[in-house]
């Protein structure tokens, strides 16, 4: 129990000496590295910070003073932990980590680094601030006129970026496909840090090409297709198109006999061009052209059916095809249209380079209702443009398109519009009226009495019930047997009685035959059914005959009978012995299976 | 004695007055909504409306209908066919006169939300056929009872011809009768089972908002399967906390916020309360 308690007290002490070192206790320090404190401008340089404290708490990134003229990469942090014991038992975690940047410098100068870490909400300076020398001249690019397709000339750079044009001179909108590449001939990764700039055209990004090998007066370069562009300038004057700029990071030597070298990446600013975009001339320019026409453009129209009833709908589909800004091409406005209601279409556009034309197909899919009777006429669709190549306005139209509305005597009449906006209106005063009264009628419904499971229950009732009664008969039959079983218990009760009766009189023959005449003509009557009740003989012979009865059995019955008639009424008398021997023939033929069953 | 007839007065006071004062804020709103209505000012008419519903303990179908029509007139089509539908349901006990004009409106409603839907690319409940019509009815109470007397009837006549024939008389009219009650019994009680079964496995709702983003799963995270135009028939086929799964006529399914669908077997209106106002945006 002691040992126990002296347990507790040293994992109590631990604990306490453990958190007494959370706070930073120990001084704490800040460095700043420099990997080159001379280089040119767009060379850049390695500066790595290193923040060493004791203890633990928040340690915040290193914070730059404001550096005009200088990008600051950020390339990466490490960290290190080590903990230690001191002569006083006391745990010391040390701390050291470690940021990296790069800085680009822009222009020339002397750049002071004076980093700042806040650690443990107390910011800490460096002691020896390092100074950056730039040295070089600013880069101050000019655009350069822009020449279509034009191709480098030069391979003194192991690194350039390439834009091209496929045009020069231009109209306000006309389309100009815009490629923009990276030629390099060196070992280094090649990243684009800016890209270029599109102030006043409308873009249409379109998927970049592969990278190829290319010959540049005859050394060989790797081609990097980064971005393929279709511009539409959007103004006239010279437009400029930003240069963009990358950054090449070196790769080290191999380091097989001294240490590998590191050199630091630099910057390759792309030059800016200059296109010259001409205005869309005056003369004969439709009042209201959409500066954006500019192109080769066909309109086409079609409905999805040329028979409808009336209220009925259709669909009109129009398309537009060409060359040009297929996102932003205005037909001029849609046509009226009488008989017919219209509602906003659906806009699809699609852009395609063929050829090293920009175009593609705009539709609008127009959804028609039928509103008058007959036959109702579409009219023509137009688009006016503006075509470069032969510098004139033109207008292209679609065909007109008959519809037959098939008119419907029940259809409510519509006035002829096509305003979607008074679509609404109208049908509002369509809507029946709000009732109006002195108190709102009311009501209280309870649930429904009948519910799942009392219908379940009833149902289930009715099966139940029938086949209870069915049971019930069933047993009762068993029990007290039914009426056919009771006629056959009480026949067989009488044959027995009149065989018991017949057979007591074997010894003294006293109406021996009369019982035993009476007892065939039963069996032969069950056997031929209600319809032998009463007929002769004969006929009863006959009957039992159709009965199915064989004919030998038939025989020994009529002989029998004839047998019992001779006794009884004949001269002649009998023994016990023929007697017996005519009780035995009787008793054989009622039980054998030819008299069994009854007919009816 | 005097005192407690005091008393008795007083308590009389108290809890009596709460649903007079109920009634009467009801009514109130329900005028206020109706001279509004009047005055063309369908968003505030609508907003009296609502506080009539919230206050009304029951159903009243001449406000369901009133409202319906007051939400028809803001281009709430969703909203709308919900209180519609619910004015001509048997339970808010219409009068022809209300019945006849909610399917007017309804019907209206329909023609401007497939027109929406042809022009916006939505999905839409195809229109009411006679066979959604026969569901209705088969699951209706009415053939719920008719199945179980005709059931019942049966036996009854089995009885009687049992003992007819015990007795020795014959009994073939009620054997033809008690042949098709019977069948009447099996085949209408077992369609009436279906349907019924089916209506309460997925209950009947109204899509609420005018275009209804319907998700492949319940969250707003979840990719959109379509978007549906507000006032379609759904069915309620599933749900998760917040989230109902709804299915379709044609069988599209997919989830959508509890709140956007209106359920029409619902005692009281409750989803429409939390749909959003008219001219709120």
Redesign the interface.
């Known amino acids: 129990m002691r040992r126990r308690s002296v347990l507790i007290g040293l994992l109590a002490g631990g604990a306490t000496l453990a958190t007494s070192a959370v706070a930073w206790a120990g001084p704490t320090k800040v460095e700043v590295q420099l990997g080159n404190p001379r280089t040119q401008v767009g060379q850049g340089v390695y500066v790595q910070v290193v923040v060493t404290a004791e203890g633990d708490g928040e340690l915040s990134e290193p914070e730059f003073p404001e550096l005009d003229g200088v990008q600051i990469v950020e390339q990466g942090t490490s960290f290190q932990s080590s903990m230690s014991f001191g002569t006083g038992q006391r745990m010391t975690r040390s701390v050291n980590k470690t940021f990296e940047y790069l800085l680009i410098p822009q222009k020339p100068g002397k750049f002071e680094l004076g980093v700042t870490v806040s650690v443990g909400g107390k910011k800490i300076r460096p002691k020896r601030v390092p100074v950056l020398e730039v040295g070089g001249e600013a880069a101050v690019v000019a655009p350069e006129e822009a020449q279509a397709d034009a191709r480098p000339t030069s391979s003194d750079a192991e690194v350039f970026l390439w834009p091209t044009v496929d045009a020069d001179v231009v109209y306000v909108g006309q389309p100009v496909l815009f490629q923009f590449e990276i030629w390099e001939r060196t070992n280094a990764d090649v990243q684009l840090r800016t890209m270029p700039s599109f102030d006043d055209f409308w873009v249409e990004e379109l998927e970049a090409g592969r990278r190829r090998r290319d010959m540049v007066a005859g050394v060989p370069y790797r081609v990097h297709p980064l971005l393929e562009r279709v511009l539409f300038p959007q103004k006239a004057g010279k437009l400029t198109i930003g240069g963009g700029e990358v950054l090449v990071t070196p790769h080290g030597g191999l380091g097989l006999l001294r240490p590998r070298r590191r050199r630091a990446p630099y910057q390759v600013p792309g030059k800016p061009i200059a296109i010259e975009v001409r205005p869309l001339p005056a003369e004969g320019q439709p009042p209201g052209f959409a500066a954006n026409n500019v192109g080769k453009f066909a309109i086409n129209s079609a409905v999805d059916r040329t028979k409808v009833e009336q209220g009925e709908g259709l669909t009109l589909t129009l398309t537009i095809e060409g060359t040009g800004n297929m996102r932003l091409v205005e037909p001029a406005e849609w046509p009226e249209l009488s008989g017919l209601r219209r509602y906003d279409p659906t806009v699809d556009f699609k852009l395609t380079v063929s050829g090293g034309e920009v175009g593609g197909t705009r539709t609008y899919e127009f959804l028609l209702v039928a509103e008058g009777a007959g036959t109702i006429e579409i009219p023509p669709h137009s688009l006016v443009y503006f075509d470069p190549d032969t510098e004139e306005y033109v207008v292209a139209k679609s065909d007109p398109i008959r519809i037959e509305v098939e008119g419907d005597p029940n259809a409510a009449p519509t006035a002829d519009a096509d305003l979607e906006e008074t679509n609404t209106e109208d049908e509002s005063e369509l809507l029946a009226d709000i009732f109006e009264a002195d108190a709102l009628s009311r009501s209280n419904p309870e649930p429904a009495w009948l519910t799942r499971s009392r219908w379940l229950t009833g149902a289930a009732g009715v099966p139940a019930t029938i086949g209870a009664g069915l049971a019930v008969r069933a047993i009762h039959q068993r029990i007290t047997g039914d009426e056919a079983s009771q006629r056959r218990a009480a026949q067989a009760a009488k044959r027995r009685e009149a065989i018991e009766r017949a057979r007591g009189a074997l010894a003294s023959g006293d109406g021996f035959h009369g019982a035993l005449a009476g007892l065939l003509q039963d069996v032969a009557v069950d056997r031929a059914g209600p319809e032998g009740v009463g007929l002769p003989r004969a006929r009863l012979l006959d009957l039992l005959r159709e009965r199915g009865v064989a004919g030998v059995e038939v025989e020994k019955l009529r002989e029998l009978l004839d047998t019992c008639d001779a006794a009884r009424f004949g001269a002649g008398g009998s023994d016990e012995g023929s007697r017996r021997e005519l009780f035995h023939a009787a008793q054989a033929l009622i039980e054998s299976s030819a008299w069994k069953g009854g007919h009816g | 004695m005097r005192a407690r007839l005091l008393a008795l007065c007083l308590a009389a006071l108290v809890f009596g007055m709460p649903g007079q004062v109920r009634a009467d804020a009801?009514?109130d709103a329900?005028a206020r909504g109706?001279e509004l209505?009047r005055a063309g000012d369908w968003a505030a008419a609508i907003e009296e409306y609502e506080q009539?519903r919230k206050l009304?303990?029951?159903?009243?179908?001449?406000?369901s209908?009133?409202l319906g029509?007051?939400y028809?007139?803001v281009?709430e089509t969703g909203l709308a066919t919900f209180h519609l539908r619910r004015a001509v349901q048997r339970?808010?006990?219409p009068?022809d006169?209300?019945v006849?004009?909610?399917r007017?409106?309804l019907g209206?409603l329909q023609?401007?939300a497939e027109?929406d839907a042809?022009?916006?690319?939505a999905q839409i409940s195809p229109p009411e056929s006679w066979w959604d019509r026969v569901g209705v009815a088969l699951a209706a109470?009415g053939m719920?009872?008719l199945?179980?007397v005709c059931?019942?009837m049966?036996?009854l006549l089995?009885?009687v011809r049992?003992l007819r024939t015990r007795a020795g008389k014959g009994a073939p009219a009620a054997n033809a009768l008690a042949l098709v009650l019977g069948a009447i019994?099996l085949l209408g009680?077992s369609v009436?089972?279906l349907a019924?079964?089916s209506d309460?496995g997925a209950p009947r709702a109204i899509a609420l908002d005018t275009k209804l983003e319907v998700r492949e799963g319940p969250g707003k995270h979840r990719k959109i399967s379509f978007v549906l135009q507000g006032g379609s028939r759904v069915r309620v086929v599933d749900t998760s906390p917040g989230w109902s799964k709804i299915r379709l006529d044609g069988g599209l399914v997919g989830w959508v916020p509890e709140r956007a669908v209106g359920r029409l077997d619902a005692r009281t209106a409750t989803t429409a309360a939390a749909a959003p106002k008219p001219g709120a945006e």
Do not use: C, M
């Open positions: 009801v009514d329900f109706n209505a009539a009304l303990p029951g159903r009243s179908a001449l406000l209908y009133n029509t007051a028809a007139h281009g339970d808010a006990e009068s006169e209300i006849e004009a909610a007017r409106n209206i023609r401007r027109l042809a022009s916006a690319g109470q719920g009872w199945t179980l059931g019942w049966a036996v089995l009885v049992t019994f009680g009436h089972a019924a079964w309460e």
